[in-house]
């Protein structure tokens, strides 16, 4: 068993960053498996090293420890690899449609907001017979077949999801050369020997795509476990914004074991806030006690 936690180093964690690296570090610890940390900074603008160290610093100082850790950026030639698997076996096409194009054509996702990129028959006709002598810059995209897939989740259950319609033809490498994430999550989980993901359920949508992803390259998909979003009063989900609940203020204000034995108490493991240590809550963790709703923090610890 084989689990892990991937975050961006895009600035300083929070609190929901570590609420769900602590339900993955416990899920694959109370298993006797193996944790590895991922720096996800294919986002080469916005992505520092100086964050990159942080997360390392802070998940030190909450006790979570790691057996593997892997960057992204250093990965590129492994992804380069199984596009060309992909577009050798005439799964993937270039697309020119511009963002506004693809945009003027789409509708929120009805359960979460998100806008589900699909490409309207019209505009993949154009990318596949006018676009290359319309415009120069091209992103790849993987055709996905009309059909719905089905997947269980192991905290929130059964899913059937229209491909096509819910998730759509989607970009595996951008016009400038940037690696999407869907490619290169589900080649690092796959090579990494992933064998269980952890993460927020904002990404539960996501898993279609991956599994499909996984299979068309000969791989086998993990399991998948989404955990509740943490909340601000607003019921918005935290976020790198939220100042005063990010790693820089907790660790002014709280112990170790004071921060660890608040993200305890909402997740069901123990009945009351108080201190407690990540190794002490391993015994204690069960997936039968993490709540399913979204749950609303304050900064009081």
């Not at 964690?13 to 193996?34: F, K, P």
């Not at 359960?111 to 993949?124: E, F, M, N, W």
Request: hydrophobic share 35%; aromatic share 8%; charged share 25%.
């Amino acid at each position: 068993m084989k689990g892990r936690f991937a975050p961006s180093p895009t600035g300083r964690m929070h609190l929901g960053n570590i609420w769900t690296a602590l339900l993955a570090w416990l899920s694959a610890r109370s298993q006797g498996g193996e944790f590895v940390l991922r720096i996800e900074d294919i986002d080469r603008q916005r992505s520092r090293l100086e964050y990159a160290e942080q997360i390392d610093d802070d998940l030190r100082w909450l006790g979570l420890d790691w057996d593997e850790r892997h960057v992204q950026s250093e990965r590129f030639s492994l992804y380069e690899e199984q596009l060309r698997k992909l577009e050798a076996g005439g799964h993937t096409y270039p697309c020119y449609c511009t963002r506004a194009e693809i945009m003027a054509t789409q509708a929120p996702h009805e359960s979460d907001g998100r806008t589900v990129h699909t490409i309207p028959q019209r505009l993949r006709d154009i990318s596949l017979h006018l676009g290359g002598s319309l415009r120069a810059v091209r992103s790849t995209r993987l055709a996905v077949p009309n059909k719905t897939l089905t997947f269980r989740d192991r905290h929130y259950g059964d899913h059937a999801v229209p491909l096509a319609s819910q998730c759509g033809d989607f970009i595996l490498q951008r016009g400038d050369g940037a690696w999407a994430y869907q490619l290169a999550v589900v080649v690092d989980d796959a090579l990494m020997g992933i064998t269980e993901v952890v993460r927020g359920r904002d990404l539960l949508l996501s898993v279609p795509q991956q599994q499909y992803l996984h299979r068309l390259l000969g791989f086998t998909p993990p399991s998948f476990c989404h955990v509740p979003l943490l909340c601000n009063a607003s019921w918005q989900r935290l976020s790198k914004r939220d100042k005063s609940l990010d790693m820089g203020h907790i660790r002014t204000v709280c112990s170790p074991e004071q921060a660890v034995g608040h993200l305890a108490f909402h997740a069901g493991l123990i009945d009351r806030p108080g201190k407690v240590s990540a190794k002490e809550l391993i015994s204690l963790f069960s997936w039968n006690k993490i709540p399913h709703d979204d749950i609303v923090v304050t900064e009081t610890f």
